[in-house]
């Protein structure tokens, strides 16, 4: 009972400088997040759990700062003093490790694509989602090396220690629905196949993930739980049934090394095969989807552009949101926290974009994120949270002027792959007039 009055006593206490942030992220998710994985602050910090996480996040908010300016800026030091040292951050990210963050990316990623479901187009009736794979470097450390590897080329190894990450993307919002982290000799069809995707949906894939066993478990697992993916060009079948001259129910041969690691995959398995011209060339794509009259082959082969918007995803977070720096911790468990911050950051700032697209009535997509990013993160730079209101009315605000962050319409401009000549090394010399 005594621990219990304690630990209620010290989230009243540190609540109050964190109520705005309710805007972003509702505190009584961060507050179940840290009961549930044990990291509930007991004792009265100067940084409590929940400062802490939102520490966390800032570090992603903030990447070109110090941890103690990101400190600072969101200040989180708790009591009568502003200030903390730098190695009282540390301590705190430590003692909080990488679970609340990781707890509180899944809260937020399921609770967010399910507000935004009824929001947005979809296929016939099934959202679109993406999967694909992403690498990060971090400080080269030995505990970081010993831990995460790093990947190797023909000739030798990169300089940093990597970590790999397989992420669920929503192709229409850019929010990241679930994510798998690992060391760089765990490869991206294993992280996938602990991916969570959603009922009524269809998945697209590159060609690296065609796996008879991963496909049949990923369509198996949920109820109309679909993928697409490009064909390979050496695809070994044969025909069921032909329902067109380029859309046909094919049988696929399992290979020897699938059955020796799953017995349970038996000689074949089936798929659908559409072909498709497309500037002269053809494009095949292999699906789940069987039922030719639901999803016309072209309509199938179209929606395998969207691919494209997870490797926009990526851009947006390594270029954009961490400015193309490689992360900063320096031990594996602060390396997954940090991720994680990253993951639930770019989620919060792509959340608030889909609110701007619904009051200027586009796609979300059509927000510029570069622009619109930094205009949330200079919120909370300026706006001191002891002012009671200023978040909530500077977001309202941002919302009122969503239609300056909508990009201009694309040009279709055709740009043929050519190889340029080379430069010449010395100017071309000039021919005297007699």
Request: net charge positive.
């Amino acid at each position: 009972m005594n621990l219990s009055h304690h630990l209620d006593l010290t989230r009243q206490q540190t609540l109050p400088s964190l109520s705005h942030f309710n805007e972003l992220i509702d505190l009584n998710w961060i507050k179940a997040c840290l009961k549930e994985t044990g990291k509930a602050s007991i004792r009265k910090r100067k940084l409590p759990a929940e400062h802490v996480v939102w520490l966390v996040i800032g570090l992603a908010l903030f990447r070109d700062q110090p941890i103690w300016y990101v400190v600072q800026q969101l200040q989180l030091v708790f009591g009568t003093t502003q200030y903390c040292v730098p190695s009282a951050s540390v301590q705190a990210r430590q003692r909080l490790g990488l679970e609340p963050l990781q707890a509180l990316f899944s809260t937020l990623s399921q609770a967010w694509f399910q507000d935004s479901q009824q929001q947005h187009s979809d296929f016939h009736g099934l959202r679109i989602c993406a999967v694909d794979g992403i690498v990060w470097s971090m400080p080269h450390t030995q505990e970081n090396l010993n831990h995460f590897g790093s990947s190797k080329g023909k000739n030798a190894s990169a300089p940093y220690p990597q970590v790999r990450a397989t992420c669920l993307v929503n192709t229409n919002t850019h929010e990241i629905i679930d994510a798998q982290l690992g060391s760089m000799d765990q490869g991206e069809l294993t992280l996938a196949s602990q991916l969570k995707a959603p009922a009524q949906s269809i998945t697209l894939f590159d060609r690296a993930y065609f796996s008879a066993d991963f496909l049949i478990n990923w369509h198996s697992q949920t109820e109309s739980r679909h993928w697409l993916m490009r064909a390979k060009d050496n695809l070994r079948y044969e025909i069921i049934k032909q329902h067109s001259k380029h859309d046909a129910h094919i049988r696929m041969p399992i290979s020897p090394r699938a059955k020796k690691l799953n017995p349970l995959l038996g000689e074949y398995w089936e798929a659908r095969l559409i072909e498709i011209e497309h500037l002269g060339k053809t494009r095949r794509y292999i699906t789940s989807l069987m039922d030719s009259k639901a999803y016309p082959p072209k309509e199938v082969a179209m929606l395998y552009v969207q691919r494209w918007e997870i490797e926009m995803c990526y851009r947006e977070i390594k270029s954009d949101l961490q400015d193309s720096q490689t992360l900063r911790s320096k031990q594996p468990d602060l390396v997954y926290q940090e991720l994680w911050g990253v993951l639930i950051a770019y989620n919060v700032l792509r959340r608030q974009m889909r609110f701007m697209a619904e009051r200027a009535k586009v796609s979300p997509l059509k927000i510029s994120f570069h622009i619109a990013s930094m205009s949330i993160i200079n919120i909370l730079r300026h706006t001191p949270l002891e002012s009671a209101g200023n978040l909530p009315r500077h977001l309202e605000h941002l919302l009122e002027s969503s239609k300056m962050y909508v990009l201009p319409e694309k040009r279709h401009r055709l740009c043929p792959r050519v190889v340029k000549g080379k430069p010449a090394k010395y100017p071309k010399k000039k021919c005297q007039s007699a």
